[in-house]
């Protein structure tokens, strides 16, 4: 028995994060984000189907959100109450990962239900230990014991 398909969006608009976010799950074992999306606009109309995303053949819905709160547009905060509210995603599994180490963005986020919250490390080891940590809280299988 396969297990399902893990699909992670990532909503990340620092290309240089995005490629470091991508070593440290690959050293970690979990699966790399399967579409990142800079602009948090973007995101919602990426889970809404909307637009140039309405083909959910080529635009699947990701199992789940790893999120930035700073992004253009639309804040990580913005499409955090968006999900829980207005979404065919209430239940999407959604760890921050962000710069904002401010008190009120992280009870904000946790208010919203999410899996874990991350203030992004500065070195790549402490990337790595959140990589192990997020595919602990999401209960990743690592991408060797995937069939």
Do not use: C
Request: aromatic fraction near 6%; glycine fraction near 8%; charged fraction near 20%.
């Amino acid at each position: 028995m396969s297990l399902p398909a893990v699909r992670i969006l990532l909503a990340e608009d620092d290309p240089d994060d995005v490629v470091f976010l991508g070593k440290a799950f690959q050293k970690v074992g979990i699966p790399k984000p399967f579409r990142v999306l800079a602009d948090g606009q973007d995101v919602i109309s990426y889970l809404a189907g909307a637009g140039e995303y309405a083909d959910r053949e080529g635009h699947p819905l990701p199992t789940h959100l790893l999120l930035d709160l700073k992004l253009p547009r639309r804040s990580g905060l913005d499409i955090l109450s968006w999900i829980r509210k207005d979404s065919r995603v209430p239940t999407l599994p959604v760890i921050v990962l962000t710069s904002s180490s401010q008190a009120q963005d992280r009870t904000k986020a946790e208010g919203f239900g999410v899996s874990g919250y991350f203030v992004k490390p500065v070195t790549q080891t402490e990337l790595v230990g959140t990589a192990k940590t997020i595919a602990t809280l999401w209960n990743l299988p690592p991408a060797q014991a995937r069939a």
